[in-house]
């Protein structure tokens, strides 16, 4: 225990005075203690770590008119997500009941992420060249967060069009949102999967 | 034969430097201690690899796998605002004793017709009402969540325009359980969009790769 040196018999004299019995300094801190690690296993107890964190999204604003909607590019992917939580259908381009071929992939990095890793490589390189200069100090961090967006909604990159239907499960939207993110995919939208492609499937599962 | 004296030592042993690292540790873990905020309810949020922090200066509306909404919004000025238009909307007078309740309340999911009765409630009672919540209503026909979502901007455009702050910094955040249908999702989506709110945060949990 921390205690005071009070001790002065060292010097002693030759004239031995009387004197007052001196009460000891040492403190008692064992209760103290106790109260400190009972605090202490309180607090570590209680302790969160990992606050939550958030995802931002955009959805796409209604359009008023023909005028403001937006074609769909041939080289767009589209993804279906259904009540089937490990898979996603996708088809390529513009949908044609005739030539439309509806693929199957997962959520899997060798899944979809490869996919669109591959799908939006010219992005991804670009995006990866700018983090490079980004790291040797080249540019800032506001011009880097320019030119990635300037990169990622260039007119010719890869657009998502994310079709959902009624069954389909938040964590899967985010799953997938999240993907987006990584691949560098800036556009992309959500909407409702079509009564046509409804069908589509439905041939397809069976 | 002489005994062998055994040196005595002395059984007690500096602690000093343990109570110090004992009372180091309180006092970081106290510090850093953040409370969880009492919520009404608790969902499982997705994960997601997303590390953006969430706003503090938000509308948050919380949604369980059952589709029952919970609204709640931040700053006392601007909720006791959103209460009032509320309250002129369906002609509900609150006294100033409930317009406090209100704004030391967090998230609640009644129809706006108990919310007199939840503010009066106690603690235990409330525990209790937060449990069979029925939650905001937000049909076509009656879209109580929606006027709460208008409402809430409009008071805090009101808000950051007293205190000359950015109004874009005001952010509306869903938390929704992992496992929700989407027809839930695309009601509450549809309710924002009444208000044209078309950017999002979606609170998720950190993913560990």
Request: hydrophobic share 35%; proline share 3%; net charge neutral.
């Amino acid at each position: 225990m921390a205690e005071l040196n009070t001790d002065d018999s060292s010097k002693g004299g030759k004239h031995q005075k009387k004197r007052a019995k001196k009460s000891s300094t040492k403190v008692d801190m064992t209760p103290m203690v106790d109260l400190a690690f009972l605090l202490l296993t309180f607090f570590v107890l209680t302790a969160t770590f990992g606050k939550p964190k958030t995802m931002q999204l955009n959805m796409p604003v209604k359009a008023k008119n023909e005028d403001q909607k937006q074609k769909v590019s041939d080289n767009a992917i589209t993804m279906l997500l259904t009540d089937n939580i490990d898979s996603i259908y996708y088809y390529n381009g513009i949908y044609d009941p005739a030539k439309t071929v509806i693929r199957i992939t997962n959520y899997s990095k060798e899944g979809v992420r490869k996919l669109l890793l591959e799908s939006n490589k010219d992005v991804v390189t670009k995006v990866h060249e700018l983090e490079e200069q980004y790291k040797k100090g080249a540019i800032a961090d506001s011009t880097l967060k320019k030119l990635k967006e300037k990169v990622q909604s260039d007119v010719n990159t890869l657009a998502v069009i994310v079709k959902t239907e009624d069954k389909t499960k938040y964590k899967n939207i985010v799953d997938l949102v999240d993907e987006l993110n990584i691949c560098d995919v800036a556009k992309f939208s959500i909407g409702d999967i079509s009564t046509q492609e409804q069908n589509h499937l439905t041939k397809l599962k069976l | 034969m002489p005994k062998i004296k055994v040196p005595r030592s002395n059984p007690s042993l500096d602690m000093t430097p343990m109570v110090d690292l004992a009372f180091l540790l309180v006092t970081f873990f106290m510090l850093t201690a953040s409370f969880r905020t009492e919520e009404a309810i608790v969902v499982d949020a997705p994960k997601s690899v997303s590390d953006e922090m969430l706003p503090d200066n938000a509308m948050m509306v919380t949604m369980d796998t059952a589709g029952r909404a919970f609204y709640t919004i931040d700053g006392e000025e601007i909720k006791k605002n959103t209460l009032m238009q509320m309250g002129e909307k369906y002609s509900v007078t609150f006294s100033e004793d409930e317009i406090k309740e209100f704004q030391l309340m967090k998230d609640f999911g009644h129809p706006f017709s108990e919310l007199k009765t939840y503010l009066n409630a106690t603690k235990n009672e409330r525990t209790k009402m937060d449990k069979n919540a029925p939650g905001i209503p937000m049909d076509s026909l009656n879209n109580e969540l929606g006027d709460w979502i208008t409402f809430g901007k409009i008071s805090a455009y009101g808000e950051s325009q007293t205190k000359g702050t950015d109004f874009s910094n005001f952010r509306y955040s869903i938390k929704a359980d992992a496992r929700t249908d989407f027809r839930v999702m695309r009601k509450l989506f549809n309710a924002f969009e009444k208000s044209n709110i078309h950017t999002f945060d979606l609170v998720t949990n950190l993913e560990q790769e």
